[in-house]
C-alpha cells in the first residue's frame, strides 16, 4: 500500500517537469501570502468599528507584520542554507496558517496585532525561501523565465488579494479573510510537503556544517527594526524630533557593528564577500532604488483617487488594476527575453519605462482624467516586471546554489526596507509642500473640508514626490546599463550541476 503511493511521487520527483511542480507547489503558498498582506487592509476599516479603535493603532496589523517580516528575513534565509529550504518553508507556513486561525478567533485588537506580529515572524520563512527554491530548480539558461514566472504570481497577488479581501469582507466579515488564508496555506503545504525533495548532508555541503550566528541575527534585525519605525513615522513627527533623529542613529550604529561583526565571525549570516561582486552589488542598488521610488505610486495614487478626486474605492480600485495587470504578463516575457539576450538591456528598458510612468504620473493635476491615471500605472506595471526578472535573475546567477537562501532572503529584505523608505520620503514631500501652501501639514487635511486649496497643495506635492521617484529611478537605470550582463560564481561540481538542471538540489 506504502509502495503504491510513493511511487507515483517518486515518478513526479524524478520526471523531466520536476521543476513545473515545484513552481505549482511555491506558487499557491507565494500567491496567498502575497494576497494576504495586500487583502487584509481592505478588512482594516471594519476591524477598527468592531473593536472602537482609530485607524492609526489598527494600522499597526500591517506595520507589526511588515517590521517582524523585515527583521526576520536574514536569519530564517541562513537557516534555510544551514537546515534546508523545504524545512524551514514548511515550517513558517505551519505557524502562517495557526496564526490565520487564531487572527480569526481573535478577540482583541492587542491580541490580534501580537498574532499578526507572530505572522510576520513565519512569513520570513516563506519569503526567505521561495524565490531560492524556484532559482534552484531551474537550469541557468532558464533562470530569468523562473524569474519572470515568479513575478507573475506577485502581480496575480496584488491584483486578487484587494478583490478577494472586498468580496470576503463584504459578504462575510473581516475574520473571514484569516480563514480563507488558513485554508490555502494548508493546501500549499500539503502539496510542497509532497511536491519537493529533502535534501541529504551531502547536497547541503558546508552550509549544513557552520553554526548560526546569534549575535549577528540580533544586531540585523534590533537595525532594522529601529530603522524602519524611524522612517515610518518621521514624516508624522518630524525628521529631527527626538525620538526619529536617534532612532536613525540607533539604527546606524547597529548597522555598523552588524557589517564589522560579520567580518570577523567565522558563520556569518550575511557574507560581506557577497558585495566583492561588482555585479551583485549593482544590481542590488539598482534594485533597492527601483522600490525607493516606485513605492510611492501604491499610495499616493490611491489617496489622489479616492480623497483628491472623490472616486468610489470601487473605481479607484479599477484604476489601480493595469499595473498588476501588466506585471502578470510582462514578467515572464522579460525573463524569458533575458535568458536569450542577457539580463542587462531588459532591465534597462524596464527601468526606463518605470522613470517615465513617474514622470507621467507627476503630471497628474486636480482634474485629471481616468486614462492618464492608467496610462501612469500600465507604465509602472511594465516597467517594474520587466526589470525585476531580469534583475533578480543576475542577483542569483551570481552566486552558488549554497547560499541562495541567504541571497533570496536579501533580496526580500532590499524590497521592503525600500518600500517603507520611499513611502516616508515621498509623504515627507507631500506634506512639506502642504506646510508651504500654509495648510495643515497632515494627509488628512485633504479630507478635512479645507477647500480645492489643501487638494491643490496636495496634488503639487504629489508631482514633486513622483519627479522624485523619477530622478531615484534614472540612477538605477545608469546602474543598471554600467553593471556586466552576467557574474562569474563559483564552481560547481558536476554533481551539483546535474543536480540543478533535474531538481535534486532543491531542499
Not at 492587542?110 to 537550469?139: C, D, H, R, Y
Amino acid at each position: 500500500m506504502t509502495s503504491s503511493l510513493t511511487r507515483p511521487i517518486r515518478a513526479l520527483r524524478s520526471g523531466p517537469n520536476y521543476k513545473y511542480w515545484v513552481y505549482g507547489a511555491v506558487a499557491i503558498g507565494l500567491w496567498i501570502n502575497v494576497s494576504d498582506q495586500s487583502g487584509v487592509n481592505i478588512a482594516l476599516p471594519e476591524i477598527a468599528d468592531e473593536f472602537a479603535a482609530d485607524i492609526p493603532t489598527v494600522q499597526w496589523i500591517t506595520l507589526g507584520y511588515s517590521l517582524a517580516t523585515s527583521a526576520m528575513l536574514m536569519p530564517m534565509g541562513r537557516l534555510s542554507d544551514m537546515f534546508g529550504r523545504k524545512l524551514v518553508y514548511l515550517l513558517g507556513f505551519a505557524v502562517f496558517a495557526l496564526m490565520a486561525l487564531v487572527g480569526g478567533l481573535s478577540q482583541s485588537l492587542g491580541f490580534l496585532i501580537v498574532v499578526k506580529i507572530a505572522q510576520g515572524l513565519a512569513s520570513a520563512g516563506i519569503q526567505a525561501n521561495s524565490m531560492a527554491l524556484i532559482t534552484e530548480v531551474f537550469p541557468d539558461r532558464e533562470r530569468g523565465k523562473a524569474m519572470g514566472m515568479y513575478m507573475a504570481i506577485i502581480g496575480t497577488g496584488a491584483v486578487s488579494g484587494p478583490m478577494f479581501g472586498g468580496i470576503l469582507v463584504s459578504n462575510f466579515g473581516w475574520r473571514s479573510i484569516f480563514f480563507a488564508v488558513m485554508s490555502v496555506a494548508i493546501l500549499s503545504m500539503i502539496c510542497t510537503a509532497v511536491v519537493l525533495k529533502g535534501r541529504t548532508a551531502e547536497q547541503a555541503g558546508p552550509q549544513r556544517k557552520g553554526t548560526f550566528d546569534w549575535i549577528g541575527a540580533a544586531l540585523s534585525s534590533a537595525a532594522l527594526v529601529a530603522f524602519l519605525l524611524a522612517m515610518t513615522n518621521a514624516w508624522k513627527l518630524g525628521w529631527t524630533s527626538p525620538p526619529i533623529a536617534g532612532g536613525l542613529a540607533a539604527a546606524l550604529i547597529l548597522a555598523i557593528g552588524f557589517v564589522v561583526w560579520e567580518m570577523r565571525a567565522s558563520d556569518p549570516i550575511l557574507d560581506i564577500s557577497l558585495f566583492k561582486s561588482r555585479v551583485f552589488s549593482m544590481a542590488i542598488g539598482a534594485r533597492f532604488l527601483s522600490f525607493l521610488g516606485g513605492s510611492a505610486v501604491f499610495f499616493l495614487t490611491p489617496f489622489y483617487l479616492i480623497q483628491g478626486l472623490g472616486y468610489e474605492a470601487d473605481r479607484a480600485a479599477l484604476l489601480m488594476i493595469p499595473g498588476p495587470v501588466c506585471m502578470a504578463i510582462v514578467g515572464p516575457l522579460s525573463g524569458r527575453l533575458s535568458d536569450s539576450v542577457g539580463t542587462r538591456w531588459p532591465a534597462a528598458f524596464g527601468m526606463a519605462s518605470s522613470a517615465s510612468a513617474m514622470f507621467v504620473l507627476a503630471l497628474l493635476g486636480a482634474d485629471s482624467p481616468a486614462w492618464h491615471v492608467i496610462l501612469g500605472m500600465m507604465l509602472s506595471g511594465l516597467g517594474m516586471a520587466a526589470f525585476s526578472s531580469p534583475n533578480t535573475s543576475v542577483i542569483m546567477s551570481s552566486q552558488s546554489p549554497s547560499k541562495y537562501g541567504i541571497v533570496s532572503a536579501f533580496v526580500n529584505l532590499t524590497r521592503t526596507s525600500a518600500n517603507v523608505s520611499g513611502l516616508a520620503l515621498a509623504v515627507t514631500l507631500v506634506t512639506i509642500t502642504m506646510a508651504s501652501y500654509g495648510y495643515e501639514p497632515s494627509l488628512s487635511a485633504v479630507t478635512g473640508g479645507s477647500g480645492e486649496g489643501v487638494r491643490e497643495a496636495f496634488v503639487v506635492g504629489m508631482s514633486r514626490a513622483f519627479r522624485l521617484s523619477g530622478a531615484l529611478m534614472l540612477i538605477a537605470l545608469a546602474l543598471t546599463v554600467l553593471r556586466a550582463d552576467r557574474a562569474k560564481t563559483l564552481e560547481q561540481s558536476p554533481q551539483l550541476g546535474r543536480a540543478q538542471a533535474t531538481g535534486e538540489g532543491s531542499d
